[in-house]
C-alpha cells in the first residue's frame, strides 16, 4: 500500500513539471536572462564611472558608452539587439517571471557591491558619513523594484515613522537609479514625497523623470518635527499600444536624512569701533543726525 502511494507521488510530481510552463526556446531562457541583464547592469557603471575621468563629459558621449557596453554584453552571448527586445516583450507578458529574474539579479548585484565596492556601480553612496551621526539612509524598504505601465506593476508606496533619532530641522533627499528598457514610446515617471510634522500641516515635493541614471528628490529642512514621511513613485502609462515593450527598473533606492548642523560656539563678537570706521567713510556717504521730530531731506512724507 506504501508502495503504491509512494508510485501515486512520484506520478503527480512528474505530471507537474511537465506542466509547467517552459519558455519557448526561440526567447532567451531565464538563467541566460539573468546573466544579460547582471552584465548589463554592471556595464553602466561601468560606462558612468568612465564618464567621472572621461574629457567629454556630455550626456551624449555617456550615452554612446552605454550603448557601447551594452552592445558588447550581447555580443558576449551571440545575441542581437531584436533577440533582446523580443524576449523582453515575452517576459513583459509574463510579469511574474520577469519579477523572479530580477530579484536574483538584484541579490547578485548586492553581493557584487559588497565585495567590490562602489566600483561596481551606484552602491551606498551615504555609507560612509551615515556612521557620523549627522546623515543616514532610514529607507525601509525594498531597494529595487521593477515597473511595468499598468497596475498595480506601475506604482510604489512608501512610508517612513519619525522616531527619536529625528530632530526639528531635519533635512531629506530621496534618491534612485532608474533604468527605462522601452521598446518605443515616450517616458515619463513621477516620484513624489511628503512630509507630515507634529502640527499636521504637510510639505510635499514632485518631480518628474525620464532619463536613466541617477535622480533626487530633497526636501527642506522644517523647525517643526517630523511625524512621518510618505510617497510614492509611479510609472506612467502613455499612449503606445498594449503591445509595445516598457519596464523601468529603479534600484538602490535610498532616503537620506540630514540632521541640522548646530551653530559652534566662536566665542564673543569682536569689538568694532564706530569711530574708526566712520572715519573711512566719505563726508557724502556718512549719515546725518538730526534732532528728535526733524525728517532728514532725502524721506518724503507718504501721501494718500
Given at each position: 500500500m506504501n508502495l503504491h502511494r509512494h508510485h501515486i507521488v512520484i506520478l503527480f510530481l512528474v505530471l507537474l513539471a511537465a506542466c509547467s510552463p517552459k519558455v519557448p526556446k526561440e526567447y532567451i531562457q531565464p538563467d541566460d536572462m539573468e546573466d544579460i541583464l547582471y552584465d548589463y547592469f554592471l556595464s553602466q557603471g561601468i560606462a558612468k564611472d568612465e564618464d567621472l575621468v572621461n574629457i567629454d563629459g556630455s550626456s551624449r558621449a555617456l550615452e554612446y558608452r552605454r550603448e557601447l557596453y551594452?552592445?558588447?554584453?550581447?555580443?558576449?552571448?551571440?545575441?542581437?539587439?531584436?533577440?533582446?527586445?523580443?524576449?523582453?516583450?515575452?517576459?513583459?507578458?509574463?510579469?511574474?517571471?520577469?519579477?523572479?529574474?530580477?530579484?536574483?539579479?538584484?541579490?547578485?548585484?548586492?553581493?557584487?557591491?559588497?565585495?567590490?565596492?562602489?566600483?561596481?556601480?551606484?552602491?551606498?553612496?551615504?555609507?560612509?558619513?551615515?556612521?557620523?551621526?549627522?546623515?543616514?539612509?532610514?529607507?525601509?524598504?525594498?531597494?529595487?523594484?521593477?515597473?511595468?505601465?499598468?497596475?498595480?506593476?506601475?506604482?510604489?508606496?512608501?512610508?517612513?515613522?519619525?522616531?527619536?533619532?529625528?530632530r526639528k530641522g531635519d533635512s531629506f533627499m530621496l534618491t534612485w537609479n532608474s533604468s527605462f528598457l522601452y521598446q518605443s514610446g515616450s517616458k515619463d515617471a513621477v516620484a513624489y514625497m511628503a512630509i507630515r510634522y507634529k502640527n499636521d500641516s504637510i510639505a510635499s515635493v514632485v518631480t518628474h523623470f525620464s532619463v536613466?541614471?541617477?535622480?533626487?528628490?530633497?526636501?527642506?529642512?522644517?523647525?517643526?518635527?517630523?511625524?512621518?514621511?510618505?510617497?510614492?513613485?509611479?510609472l506612467g502609462q502613455g499612449y503606445e499600444p498594449n503591445s509595445t515593450m516598457r519596464m523601468l527598473i529603479i534600484s538602490d533606492i535610498q532616503l537620506i536624512r540630514f540632521h541640522k548642523p548646530e551653530k559652534e560656539d566662536k566665542g564673543p563678537e569682536p569689538q568694532t569701533s564706530v569711530t574708526d570706521s566712520l572715519s573711512q567713510v566719505p563726508d557724502s556717504l556718512r549719515p546725518k543726525h538730526h534732532r528728535l521730530g526733524e525728517r532728514p531731506d532725502h524721506i518724503q512724507p507718504i501721501t494718500q
Open positions: 551594452f552592445d558588447a554584453v550581447l555580443n558576449k552571448y551571440g545575441l542581437t539587439r531584436a533577440d533582446f527586445d523580443s524576449s523582453l516583450v515575452y517576459y513583459y507578458t509574463r510579469s511574474d517571471r520577469f519579477l523572479k529574474i530580477w530579484k536574483n539579479v538584484q541579490e547578485r548585484l548586492g553581493d557584487a557591491a559588497i565585495e567590490y565596492g562602489a566600483s561596481a556601480g551606484e552602491v551606498e553612496t551615504f555609507t560612509a558619513s551615515t556612521l557620523t551621526g549627522d546623515t543616514a539612509n532610514i529607507w525601509n524598504n525594498v531597494s529595487s523594484q521593477l515597473f511595468i505601465p499598468y497596475a498595480p506593476y506601475n506604482r510604489m508606496q512608501y512610508q517612513v515613522v519619525a522616531d527619536t533619532a529625528f536613466d541614471g541617477r535622480t533626487q528628490l530633497r526636501m527642506g529642512g522644517c523647525d517643526e518635527p517630523v511625524k512621518e514621511i510618505k510617497g510614492f513613485i509611479y
